[in-house]
């Protein structure tokens, strides 16, 4: 039971991350890392395990000495877990298994440290770090035979690198997470449907139109219209960026459902270029009220609900004589 | 209250009476006033259609729960002379001749999901789903 | 199930209920067009305020009716779409099947507005 929970767990990032098992393969076939090359990899294993310790000790001491990353290992506790998982992390490096689970044990180093907020180029800084030192280990112990020394190198440089591959991923996914999240937040905000006048609604519309935001528009403009007996409606597109055909149609429902209720929409606030785009799509708009801007769609609305402003009198002599 | 109910079709007065059915059967699953509506409107048009195009068939209303969604579905099962061109069916402004056809892209746009099964001499079945926001 | 007709004065008023079936909608366009012509309505009514669902054929059955009125001299308006059912209607694309129809949220609006159009009527004759 445990063991299938804890599986699952495993594949989760994988699985969020959209990488599979043929994603991970042609990256193997890109970075030219196959069987020869964990050959070596395994080879040098034994090397690995015994430089492990003080390549690790002299890693952190580097991340220690600069004040950007110092911070972000203040807690010892915290430096003790990390230093611990990051010699888990190389000697994997070369133990000679590059499945599912690497995979997935990989991208979950990523994520830590992305949710400690270390950047990117400070990652990446550890990577050459951890590269400089092994390769002047491994032509150290291979001094006779500089050969192999090379191949090995050149083989741990190809895991290396499909590691930092799957290290960016994990930062980049997090970071489209988040966009992702402020989306949803910003769909959530309704438009407000302003009531200005007796019958009169203004609904000043802000951002993306798409499918869900322009029912959600419908919807409320209508359910306004009866709560509010409106007979008008003005809908100001200033802010909307982009009027495409899709979103022209939402427009033209929402004109047409109001209308089934009695009221009139005024559509304001189309750009110059919108309306030209609009006019390009062959969007028929002939059967809705446009006017160029938010005023002269009032002073339309006002005019259709039988409205009429007049200035206040001047203040006659006779009446300043009163005061 | 049953979580399935199958209702026959022959003549209009059904359709007003599935309706019925089915706003009972819905609303307990807490869909908003304006999806009782769209699923009350959806469930009109493919009754109709079995009364109009192939003079009888059943509707077979149910409430579902796929993880911790619930939903509703609406089979539309017909022994009728079936759709000859089902593709051009589902394409908006399509019609037999009289007048609105057969309301298929509409009623699609009103639910959350939808499939259809016709061939000639075959009958029609659709399926639609409406789950729960 | 029969749907009432009430005289207004010049006007007809004819409230619909949601279990009018098929069949009683047909039997209500035959009766307001024969009162209209009996009574030399102006205008009618269409009262749909308690209908929760207006699918093709009740769309299309009003729309037949207020044209066959019309051809009978008067004028036709449907009150009452609640905000459901016009947002319904728009996405089986029936709004359009209305076009040419007077839509009004009120009975009080719809009257003003029969009032209204006979008076110019009444002007231009």
Same mark, same amino acid.
């Given at each position: 039971?445990?063991?299938?929970?804890?599986?699952?767990?495993?594949?989760?990032? +994988?699985?969020? +991350?959209?990488?599979?098992? #043929?994603?991970?393969?042609?990256? $193997?076939?890109?970075?030219?890392?196959?069987?020869?090359?964990?050959?070596?990899?395994?080879?040098?294993?034994?090397?690995?395990?015994?430089?492990?310790?003080?390549?690790?000790?002299?890693?952190?001491?580097?991340?220690? =000495?600069?004040?950007?990353?110092?911070?972000?290992?203040?807690?010892?506790?915290?430096?003790?877990?990390?230093?611990?998982?990051?010699?888990?992390?190389?000697?994997? @490096?070369?133990?000679?298994?590059?499945?599912?689970?690497?995979?997935?044990?990989?991208?979950?180093?990523?994520?830590?440290?992305? $949710?400690?907020?270390?950047?990117?180029?400070?990652? %990446?800084?550890?990577?050459?770090?951890?590269?400089?030192?092994?390769?002047?280990?491994?032509?150290?112990?291979?001094?006779?035979?500089?050969?192999?020394? %090379?191949?090995? =190198?050149?083989?741990?440089?190809?895991?290396?690198?499909?590691?930092?591959?799957?290290?960016?991923?994990?930062?980049?996914? $997090?970071?489209?997470?988040?966009? #992702?999240?402020?989306?949803?937040? +910003?769909?959530?905000?309704?438009?407000?449907?302003?009531?200005?006048?007796?019958? %009169? @609604?203004?609904?000043?519309?802000?951002?993306?139109?798409?499918?869900? $935001?322009?029912?959600?528009?419908?919807?409320?403009? @209508?359910?306004?219209?009866?709560?509010?007996?409106?007979?008008?409606?003005? +809908?100001?597109?200033?802010?909307?960026?982009?009027?495409?055909?899709?979103?022209?149609?939402?427009?033209?429902?929402?004109?047409?459902?109001? #209308?089934?209720?009695?009221?009139?929409?005024?559509?304001?606030?189309?750009?110059?270029?919108?309306?030209?785009?609009?006019?390009?799509?062959?969007?028929?708009?002939?059967?809705?009220?446009?006017?160029?801007?938010?005023?002269?769609?009032?002073?339309?609305?006002?005019?259709?609900?039988?409205? #009429? %402003?007049?200035?206040?009198?001047?203040?006659?002599?006779?009446?300043?004589?009163? @005061? | 209250?049953?979580?399935?109910?199958?209702?026959?079709?022959?003549?209009?007065?059904?359709?007003?009476?599935?309706?019925?059915?089915?706003?009972?059967?819905?609303?307990?699953? /807490?869909?908003?006033?304006?999806?009782?509506?769209?699923?009350?409107?959806?469930?009109?048009?493919?009754?109709?259609?079995?009364?109009?195009?192939?003079? /009888?068939?059943?509707?077979?209303?149910?409430?579902?729960?796929?993880?911790?969604?619930?939903?509703?579905?609406?089979?539309?099962?017909?022994?009728?002379?079936?759709?000859?061109?089902?593709?051009?069916?589902?394409?908006?402004?399509?019609?037999?001749?009289?007048?609105?056809?057969?309301?298929?892209?509409?009623?699609?746009?009103?639910?959350?999901?939808?499939?259809?099964?016709?061939?000639?001499?075959?009958?029609?079945?659709?399926?639609?789903?409406?789950?729960?926001? | 199930?029969?749907?009432?007709?009430?005289?207004?004065?010049?006007?007809?008023?004819?409230?619909?209920?949601?279990?009018?079936?098929?069949?009683?909608?047909?039997?209500?366009?035959?009766?307001?067009?024969?009162?209209?012509?009996?009574?030399?309505? &102006?205008?009618?009514?269409?009262?749909?305020?308690?209908?929760?669902?207006?699918?093709?054929?009740?769309?299309?059955?009003?729309?037949?009716?207020?044209?066959?009125?019309?051809? !009978?001299?008067?004028?036709?308006?449907?009150?009452?779409? !609640?905000?459901?059912?016009?947002?319904?209607?728009?996405?089986?694309?029936?709004?359009? &099947?209305?076009?040419?129809?007077?839509?009004?949220?009120?009975?009080?609006?719809?009257?003003?507005?029969?009032? !209204?159009?006979?008076?110019?009527?009444? &002007?231009?004759?």
């Amino acid at each position: 039971m445990i063991d299938d929970t804890k599986q699952d767990a495993e594949r989760a990032l +994988m699985r969020e +991350m959209g990488i599979t098992e #043929r994603e991970i393969a042609r990256r $193997r076939a890109f970075l030219e890392f196959g069987d020869e090359d964990i050959k070596e990899l395994m080879s040098i294993h034994a090397l690995a395990e015994q430089y492990a310790d003080p390549v690790i000790e002299a890693f952190y001491q580097h991340l220690l =000495s600069f004040e950007e990353t110092r911070s972000f290992f203040q807690d010892p506790k915290l430096l003790e877990r990390v230093k611990r998982s990051q010699k888990d992390y190389f000697r994997r @490096l070369t133990q000679g298994e590059y499945d599912k689970a690497y995979i997935e044990d990989r991208l979950k180093v990523g994520a830590v440290h992305e $949710r400690i907020g270390l950047p990117v180029k400070s990652y %990446l800084g550890m990577y050459s770090f951890y590269l400089r030192t092994v390769a002047g280990r491994l032509f150290e112990a291979y001094q006779d035979a500089p050969e192999r020394a %090379l191949r090995a =190198s050149r083989s741990l440089m190809k895991v290396i690198f499909l590691d930092i591959g799957l290290a960016i991923d994990t930062y980049i996914s $997090r970071r489209e997470q988040l966009i #992702r999240k402020q989306q949803e937040a +910003m769909r959530e905000l309704p438009t407000p449907v302003l009531q200005v006048r007796e019958r %009169l @609604l203004v609904l000043p519309i802000v951002g993306l139109l798409e499918s869900y $935001r322009a029912r959600q528009l419908t919807e409320q403009l @209508l359910n306004s219209i009866s709560a509010t007996r409106a007979k008008v409606a003005i +809908m100001d597109i200033t802010g909307v960026p982009i009027v495409d055909s899709k979103v022209a149609n939402h427009l033209l429902q929402t004109v047409s459902a109001a #209308r089934l209720m009695g009221a009139t929409v005024i559509l304001t606030g189309l750009s110059p270029q919108i309306a030209q785009a609009l006019v390009a799509i062959g969007v028929d708009l002939s059967q809705v009220q446009t006017t160029v801007d938010l005023q002269s769609g009032l002073e339309e609305a006002e005019r259709l609900l039988g409205y #009429r %402003l007049v200035p206040v009198a001047v203040r006659t002599s006779a009446d300043q004589a009163q @005061l | 209250m049953a979580d399935v109910v199958r209702v026959a079709i022959r003549s209009d007065a059904d359709i007003v009476m599935v309706r019925q059915q089915a706003r009972v059967l819905a609303r307990e699953l /807490g869909f908003s006033t304006s999806d009782l509506t769209l699923i009350a409107t959806a469930l009109s048009e493919l009754a109709r259609n079995i009364v109009e195009y192939a003079h /009888g068939g059943e509707i077979i209303l149910s409430r579902i729960k796929e993880g911790d969604r619930c939903g509703f579905v609406i089979i539309a099962r017909d022994n009728g002379p079936g759709i000859a061109d089902v593709e051009r069916a589902m394409q908006d402004g399509y019609s037999t001749g009289t007048g609105l056809g057969l309301g298929l892209p509409g009623t699609k746009r009103l639910m959350d999901e939808f499939e259809i099964t016709s061939g000639i001499g075959q009958g029609t079945t659709v399926r639609v789903t409406k789950w729960v926001r | 199930m029969k749907a009432p007709i009430l005289k207004q004065g010049p006007y007809l008023i004819a409230s619909l209920q949601p279990e009018l079936t098929d069949t009683d909608l047909l039997q209500l366009q035959e009766a307001l067009v024969e009162q209209v012509g009996r009574f030399r309505s &102006r205008g009618i009514i269409l009262d749909v305020t308690t209908l929760d669902v207006m699918d093709s054929f009740a769309t299309r059955t009003l729309r037949n009716i207020a044209q066959a009125v019309g051809l !009978r001299g008067a004028e036709a308006v449907i009150v009452g779409i !609640r905000p459901e059912v016009a947002f319904a209607m728009v996405q089986l694309g029936l709004d359009l &099947r209305l076009s040419g129809v007077q839509t009004t949220l009120d009975l009080e609006e719809a009257l003003a507005i029969l009032d !209204r159009q006979h008076k110019e009527l009444g &002007r231009r004759g």
